[in-house]
């Protein structure tokens, strides 16, 4: 637990405004955040995301970014990542299509190597991470952003610093298995330092209904040996998010040791208590199977069991109606009463 990628996409001066540096009022809460990471001996990496309408073959871009990096370096912060993740996957000016060959591969390696080119010769342990517009081979991508060139990957290496860490969602955008085959094939077209982003537990988007408290499952234990980082997207509940994560730090420490169900427990029971143990397994299976009833589009069914069960860890949320956890749960809990209120089905 030492890295922290910065990039929340509804963060203006990350993303639409990233040219902008933050206003008086934004750069003291960004320092208190930067102050706190090093408190806590955590490496700050701030992302910038430049992608969408960025005109590559302008040199006024790199300057102002840099310009911005170096307030941050001032501060601190010697590692930075460039996030070219979800925009079109064509370039969008013609400029830049007559200077790259309708590469935005090509584009994104050049302007990496810009980067690095022009960065402040006084600069020293300065690190650039990339993600770039294919960061994974799931289909789902070109099907929300376009197709992408042929062979996109292989010419992003033909272009990219050899220093230049890339980050890597596995064989999906949100992959249910990641297997060391998947990195071995991955890095045979981008011959890279791989950084896993690894999208467990985020409910972001399109799963913002969902909740995502089960253990981390589907990692091949080889795979913290064989890349260079490993990071996971948290839930959007704060709070809510020490549990899964807990266990995605369990399997990156000692994936070889890792016992999913084990881990899962004792989070529950250092944090919560042992006799509140059968209260959030009745929770996480009522929200593991409400994720699946609604992507299947049928209602929750409840055996009697699973109804006691149910009725108990209502009461104990009740009971902790002013936890901020408990707050965070609220709609879950909303739908809990919902179907307890409903008659039992029949035998």
Not at 48 to 64: A, N, T
Not at 304 to 315: D, G, V
Not at 342 to 347: D, I
Request: net charge positive; charged share 30%; aromatic share 12%.
């Amino acid at each position: 637990m030492n890295t922290y990628l910065y990039a929340p996409k509804d963060d203006p001066y990350h993303r639409q405004r990233w040219s902008e540096p933050y206003p008086n009022k934004e750069w003291k809460e960004m320092l208190g955040l930067l102050s706190l990471a090093r408190h806590h001996k955590i490496d700050f990496v701030y992302g910038f995301h430049p992608g969408k309408g960025l005109h590559f073959s302008k040199k006024e871009p790199v300057r102002l970014l840099l310009a911005k990096a170096a307030r941050f370096y001032e501060a601190g912060v010697r590692t930075f990542a460039v996030l070219f993740d979800d925009i079109p996957s064509r370039l969008e000016h013609e400029e830049d299509r007559k200077r790259f060959g309708h590469s935005l591969a090509r584009a994104e390696g050049f302007w990496l190597r810009a980067i690095l080119d022009q960065q402040p010769a006084v600069w020293t342990g300065v690190e650039w991470w990339i993600c770039p517009s294919r960061y994974t081979e799931d289909p789902l991508l070109e099907r929300m952003f376009g197709r992408f060139e042929p062979r996109f990957l292989k010419t992003l290496a033909r272009h990219l610093p050899e220093k230049v860490a890339c980050l890597w969602t596995g064989p999906s955008v949100v992959s249910k298995r990641i297997h060391l085959r998947h990195l071995l094939k991955w890095t045979r077209s981008l011959p890279r330092r791989v950084i896993l982003w690894d999208n467990y537990p985020v409910n972001d988007l399109r799963m913002s209904h969902e909740m995502h408290l089960s253990p981390l499952n589907g990692r091949d234990p080889g795979l913290p040996e064989k890349v260079y980082g490993y990071l996971n997207n948290p839930l959007l509940q704060a709070t809510l998010s020490t549990i899964p994560l807990a266990t995605c730090f369990d399997y990156a420490f000692r994936p070889k040791h890792y016992d999913p169900e084990k881990s899962w427990e004792r989070l529950i029971i250092e944090r919560f208590s042992k006799e509140a143990l059968p209260h959030w397994r009745a929770i996480r299976e009522f929200c593991e199977r409400t994720n699946r009833r609604r992507s299947q589009k049928r209602r929750l069914s409840l055996s009697p069991a699973q109804r006691r069960n149910l009725e108990e860890a209502f009461r104990y949320l009740k009971k902790n109606r002013r936890r901020r956890w408990r707050q965070e749960l609220h709609p879950w809990f909303e739908t809990i009463r919902e179907t307890l209120e409903r008659p039992p089905n029949p035998l």
